[in-house]
């Protein structure tokens, strides 16, 4: 068997992008697996690949050229592969990627969808009338003809269920490679005692990432609940600078930092320091930067949305935030700072980290999606 995955981008986990390292990660595994594995992707600069790390797998780029065609050299690519070959597209609400369905199903080749959260009813809602002009014009048929239809968390599984009822779906999480967490670690804050450092690493999202609800709810520990503590945020661009100006307003930038994007050693070593690390997502498909903290011994404070509440839950990981609102996240924080001073809150960090090695091994999500390619 030869496996395709089709992204929009060019895989490379160096980036803060999820669906990125999601696709490096399974064509990394599969290969490793024995499995003949290629990543395409579809970007403006195809010939720059000079920020790409080394990868044990082959990666085409394509030039992105009209969102109404894909390029002609997929096409010839198209008719090259073998015959037992799959695709996996990892994306919905691309119009390249239903142009490449069209010449899928006209190649007879299969291919599998990951939509990483693109349906989850709260995501749908977003430019909800285009939404549902483009997904019974173009999106069905992108669905309809796939051989299964991969959901990475309940809530999306729930939402594609009203959506495409009659189309094939399996749900498998993603997973997080242990072994690029390796780092060096280094005290960023020294002698603060049992101030916490709450944190959150990611894209820069006011509403879908609920940072505003982050923000207020740690403006009510403030000034409120009277209690010490320091809020960290990592990402950049999107909502970077009405953020910073939300925390002047709430008076609490002088213990909020903003560290702007941060990669490799440096984004590791500022999860590794904090105590607590925050999604408060209002949907999502499954964020890897909670695996990644979770891994690393953080204890995650999380949203149903971020499908992960359950797996928190389960494992004694963390928190849940039930209801998803400020007042909760405030709550939360000051049950992070009393179960701080006796301890129970590291064993959480541990149980973060069991939690990761257990039910997010990449080597048998990869193995499972695998059988769900060789499905008649």
Same mark, same amino acid.
């Given at each position: ?12 986990? /160096?980036?803060?992008?999820?669906? /990125? ?96 959260? !693109? ?12 939404? /549902? ?65 709450? $944190?959150? !690493? $990611? ?47 709430? $008076? ?47 204890? !995650? ?23 998803? !609102? ?51």
């Amino acid at each position: 068997m030869k496996i395709v995955h089709f992204v929009l981008g060019k895989a490379n986990p /160096n980036r803060m992008n999820g669906v /990125n390292k999601v696709v490096n990660n399974l064509a990394t595994y599969q290969t490793n697996l024995g499995y003949d594995v290629d990543v395409w992707g579809i970007t403006r600069t195809p010939d720059d690949v000079s920020d790409l790390p080394p990868r044990n797998y082959q990666t085409k780029l394509f030039k992105s050229i009209n969102k109404l065609f894909i390029h002609s050299k997929i096409q010839e690519s198209l008719r090259k592969l073998r015959n037992d070959t799959v695709f996996h597209i990892h994306g919905g609400f691309i119009p390249e990627f239903f142009n490449l369905s069209k010449s899928l199903v006209k190649e007879d080749i299969p291919y599998v969808v990951t939509p990483h959260g !693109c349906y989850n009813s709260k995501a749908m809602e977003k430019n909800q009338q285009f939404k /549902n002009i483009y997904f019974n014009m173009f999106e069905k048929n992108y669905l309809r003809n796939a051989k299964v239809l991969h959901c990475i968390g309940q809530s999306e599984l729930d939402s594609s269920n009203r959506l495409v009822p009659n189309v094939d779906k399996v749900l498998i999480p993603n997973g997080q490679n242990l072994d690029e967490l390796k780092y060096e670690y280094e005290e960023i804050l020294e002698d603060r005692l049992d101030m916490p450092i709450f $944190g959150y !690493c $990611g894209r820069m999202d006011e509403k879908m990432k609920g940072l505003d609800l982050l923000l207020e709810g740690f403006a009510i520990y403030r000034h409120q609940m009277r209690k010490d503590g320091k809020l960290w945020l990592i990402g950049g661009n999107q909502d970077f600078e009405s953020l910073q100006n939300y925390a002047r307003e709430l $008076g609490i930038a002088k213990d909020v930092t903003f560290w702007g994007p941060q990669f490799g050693n440096a984004k590791l070593n500022i999860i590794a320091n904090m105590d607590a690390f925050y999604h408060a997502s209002r949907y999502e498909g499954m964020p890897t930067a909670i695996l990644e903290a979770a891994a690393l011994k953080v204890p !995650c404070v999380v949203s149903e949305a971020t499908n992960l509440s359950d797996y928190v839950e389960e494992y004694d990981a963390g928190y849940v935030l039930d209801p998803n !609102c400020a007042d909760e996240v405030a709550w939360s924080m000051v049950h992070t700072l009393t179960q701080m001073k006796d301890k129970k809150w590291k064993e959480k960090g541990i149980n973060a980290h069991n939690m990761v090695k257990t039910a997010f091994c990449w080597e048998s999500i990869a193995q499972e999606l695998v059988e769900v390619y060789s499905r008649r």
